[in-house]
């Protein structure tokens, strides 16, 4: 039983002493310990069914009306989380954009929450507000973006999308405008390539554009952004009276990693003064790597930038992370000013700067990271997982077993093909059953723990997908992927022929 003595006699239950929190901390943490030591010989997901794992959990049954043992709370949900889930720090995790954990953000989320500042308002966390003020810095400078900029730590990289392009909306059409402002915002067009993320999507729809003020421009064969098709939708919307808003450039797209032609969208951009944002949430701190293709580097002229530190910086979830060029445009855009707050000093305080009110303290496991290994450490990591990527896409490219089809940034796509379905290209048949033996092919690879990918589509192409942003991923890992995936799609073409 807990002594109350620290809580001046009141009820307190959930308060432990300091030696209980000691000894439920070291346990907890060699738990953790244990689970990092014993990633690689895990199952990267125990492939269990939704009723299984929500059996698992159900286990705990209504809402209780008393409380628990605190170290019983502890253990049960340890024992839950590290026997089930899905490890995105596994070396053979390589779906979707989903990072490996760096450790150190594990300890800065514990650091984080036991100080808890809220990083609204500086007076509330004046050591975090300015902890993530330099973290900031060091993303711009990172990016070679403009130090002076002004930025922030949002959930991740949809709602640092949704940042930077409402402060090009409110840039275009002020808050408090007159009703003549109201009609141009029915007006309103946003550009952005058929490849731009969902991201956009639920951004018009969530700040009252319409419908059709989404103009998706074409790409090309590397699913790149076709410029001319931009400069010829712009030109005909300004000649129609329509209001530009914003074009958006993607720093290496969600489905292959493609990089559109950011400069001279940037040049296109000033030309007719609309808003340049750049969604490097996947591809964004690449540009740190010089032998990345050029290209990539123009996010550094856009008027916002969305990176998401949770994904190529390796912090744990969450950490996005907004950029905006010209502060007082960035502050317009989310600063009010209600009586019953008076933060008094004249300093930082981010509830000027995002849709967030009470803020946590994202910034320290980002900030511990790049304190942990620099830019150099940041460099090294993101240039191997390009380098893992060409490697596992050249291999597959040489085993006749599989096709390799795209290579962008850290992304591959492929598919395994069947001796009898090889060199039948424009075959619709052949692509048909190829596309439904390799969407069950990613289902089965997923519940057989040995490797986790996802996948794209391409020209109809049902494609299996490995996105590297993994530190613990070795060309030991890599090398075995081709055996493993002719394996599994071998025995499901077998099962299909049946
Ligand atoms: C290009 C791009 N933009 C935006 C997002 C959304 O990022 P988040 O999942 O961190 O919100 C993703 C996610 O993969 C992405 O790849």
């Given at each position: 039983m807990e002594s109350h003595d620290r809580s001046g006699g009141r009820y307190a239950p959930l308060d432990l002493s300091p030696e209980h929190f000691r000894a439920a901390g070291h346990a907890l943490v060699d738990r953790v310990a244990d689970l990092l030591a014993t990633m690689r010989a895990r199952p990267v997901t125990a492939g269990l069914s939704v009723s299984d794992v929500r059996a698992l959990v159900d286990v705990f049954g209504r809402m209780p009306d008393e409380g628990s043992d605190v170290?019983?709370?502890?253990?049960?949900?340890?024992?839950?989380?590290?026997?089930?889930?899905?490890?995105?720090?596994?070396?053979?995790?390589?779906?979707?954009?989903?990072?490996?954990?760096?450790?150190?953000?594990?300890?800065?989320?514990?650091?984080?929450?036991?100080?808890?500042?809220?990083?609204?308002?500086?007076?509330?966390?004046?050591?975090?507000?300015?902890?993530?003020?330099?973290?900031?810095?060091?993303?711009?400078?990172?990016?070679?973006?403009?130090?002076?900029?002004?930025?922030?730590l949002v959930s991740g990289g949809n709602e640092a999308n949704f940042v930077g392009v409402y402060a090009a909306l409110r840039a275009v059409f002020p808050r408090g405008g007159s009703e003549r402002t109201l009609e141009r915002m029915g007006k309103a067009t946003i550009y952005a390539s058929s490849e731009t993320h969902t991201w956009i999507e639920k951004a018009l729809d969530m700040f009252g554009l319409p419908p059709d003020a989404?103009?998706?421009?074409?790409?090309?064969?590397?699913?790149?952004?076709?410029?001319?098709?931009?400069?010829?939708?712009?030109?005909?919307?300004?000649?129609?009276?329509?209001?530009?808003?914003a074009v958006i450039g993607t720093a290496g797209t969600v489905s292959t990693g493609a990089i559109d032609p950011l400069p001279a969208m940037a040049a296109l951009c000033r030309q007719h003064r609309v808003w340049f944002h750049v969604d490097g949430a996947y591809g964004g701190f690449a540009a740190m790597i010089p032998s990345a293709p050029d290209d990539i580097r123009g996010l550094a002229l856009a008027d916002s930038v969305a990176v998401d530190p949770h994904k190529w910086l390796y912090a744990p979830l969450e950490a996005g992370c907004a950029l905006v060029r010209d502060p007082a445009q960035h502050r317009a855009a989310f600063s009010y000013h209600p009586p019953y707050y008076n933060f008094g000093v004249e300093?930082?305080?981010?509830?000027?700067?995002?849709?967030?009110?009470?803020?946590?303290?994202?910034?320290?496991?980002?900030?511990?990271?790049?304190?942990?290994?620099?830019?150099?450490?940041?460099?090294?990591?993101i240039a191997d997982d390009i380098a893992l990527a060409r490697a596992l896409y050249e291999r597959l490219a040489a085993d006749a077993r599989c096709e390799a089809a795209t290579l962008s940034l850290s992304i591959a796509t492929?598919?395994?093909?069947?001796?009898?379905?090889?060199?039948?290209?424009?075959?619709?048949?052949?692509?048909?059953?190829?596309?439904?033996?390799?969407?069950?092919?990613?289902?089965?690879?997923?519940?057989?723990?040995?490797?986790?990918?996802?996948?794209?589509?391409?020209?109809?192409r049902y494609l299996l997908r490995a996105c590297i942003v993994n530190f613990r991923t070795s060309a030991r890992d890599i090398a075995e992927i081709p055996d493993i995936i002719a394996r599994h799609g071998e025995a499901i073409h077998t099962e299909l022929q049946r």
């Open positions: 170290d019983l709370v502890l253990s049960q949900a340890t024992d839950l989380l590290t026997a089930h889930s899905l490890f995105n720090g596994h070396p053979k995790f390589l779906g979707y954009i989903t990072s490996s954990p760096a450790p150190i953000g594990m300890l800065a989320d514990l650091l984080a929450a036991a100080v808890n500042p809220n990083v609204g308002a500086w007076t509330l966390s004046p050591v975090a507000t300015e902890i993530e003020a330099q973290t900031i810095r060091w993303i711009a400078e990172l990016l070679g973006y403009p130090e002076e900029s002004s930025g922030l989404l103009r998706s421009i074409r790409v090309d064969a590397a699913r790149r952004l076709v410029l001319d098709d931009l400069a010829q939708r712009l030109a005909a919307d300004v000649q129609d009276g329509r209001v530009p808003v300093a930082t305080n981010f509830v000027d700067y995002g849709p967030q009110n009470s803020r946590g303290f994202r910034a320290l496991k980002v900030w511990m990271g790049l304190r942990q290994v620099g830019r150099r450490g940041y460099e090294r990591m492929f598919r395994y093909v069947p001796e009898a379905y090889r060199h039948r290209s424009g075959d619709v048949a052949a692509e048909e059953y190829l596309n439904t033996l390799n969407k069950a092919l990613q289902g089965r690879l997923e519940v057989s723990g040995e490797l986790f990918v996802s996948n794209a589509v391409i020209d109809g």
